[in-house]
């Protein structure tokens, strides 16, 4: 592990970057779409239309940060459910599974921090609640909803990732995803699916109660969906643990690109070294 953040931890400290990079965002948003001092929340009395341009802001954000810098070098996971994926196919180390995972919730929390230091109290009104991720109804519901999302979303992201033409438009798949969730599942579950995002706005909001639904729904969803791929197609089909692999920074995978090409083998011997 010591070995290991030694030569990779730029792409985790990159990781949880991008995970604040989301958080700020969707704090933003929420405000913006939600409290009721708002000039767009006044002038978007239903609940429908705020949900719609909420998914479009945070599908935007999360398809920028795929095609960001940050996620061309890290893979854009900043979720730890797509890591614990990636990880069950055999595509991330232990060690480089443990330092993602770990600075994407640092990155969640630390996200949720800047954001209350932008918005001051307005990130604490009921309409807003440090845009915390809570059942609309019932635990079990939500619990089956995040399954559902996660294992789709998932499912997705593979079949697109390992597709030889459409491999490096996987981040407007995800995002696509993310943009439809929130605007049609968010009233079920809050649409999390990531349980590093939850716990950020949850430890701003002081509000732990549901935390298990998040913590286990979003993995166990993305697992059964790697589960599934692997079963299918063989975990030999999966390339690469990268949603944009058509770029020239370092990946720190197990990545079948670099075995495909002599020029992308060193590349990735280097980046290793």
Not at 115 to 142: D, E, F, K, R
Not at 158 to 172: D, E, I, K, Q, W
Not at 181 to 188: G, K, L, Q, V, W
Not at 196 to 206: E, L
Request: aromatic fraction near 10%.
């Amino acid at each position: 592990m010591v070995e290991a953040l030694k030569r990779h931890w730029p792409e985790y400290a990159l990781e949880g970057a991008e995970l604040g990079l989301f958080m700020i965002s969707a704090c933003l948003v929420v405000a913006l779409l939600q409290l009721p001092t708002s000039p767009v929340s006044r002038a978007l009395p239903d609940p429908f239309e705020r949900r719609l341009l909420t998914g479009l802001a945070m599908g935007a954000t999360a398809v920028a940060i795929v095609f960001s810098p940050l996620g061309k070098r890290t893979g854009a996971h900043f979720n730890p459910a797509v890591t614990l994926a990636f990880w069950r196919l055999k595509k991330v180390e232990t060690a480089d599974a443990l330092g993602y995972v770990a600075f994407q919730f640092v990155g969640g929390v630390l996200g949720v921090v800047v954001a209350a230091l932008i918005l001051g109290h307005a990130i604490s009104h009921p309409s807003v609640n440090y845009a915390a991720t809570l059942p609309g109804g019932s635990a079990v519901a939500a619990f089956a909803a995040e399954v559902g999302i996660s294992f789709l979303l998932m499912s997705v992201v593979l079949r697109v990732s390992n597709h030889p033409r459409l491999g490096r438009f996987t981040g407007f798949f995800a995002g696509a995803l993310v943009a439809t969730f929130i605007t049609f599942e968010s009233p079920i579950s809050g649409m999390s699916m990531n349980p590093a995002r939850t716990f950020g706005s949850a430890a701003g909001a002081r509000m732990f109660e549901f935390l298990w639904v998040y913590f286990l729904a979003p993995p166990l969803g993305m697992l059964l969906a790697a589960e599934v791929y692997a079963r299918r197609l063989g975990i030999q089909s999966v390339r690469c643990a990268k949603l944009h692999h058509a770029n020239s920074h370092r990946c720190i995978f197990r990545c079948g690109y670099a075995a495909a090409s002599p020029s992308a083998e060193k590349a990735a011997a280097g980046a290793g070294g």
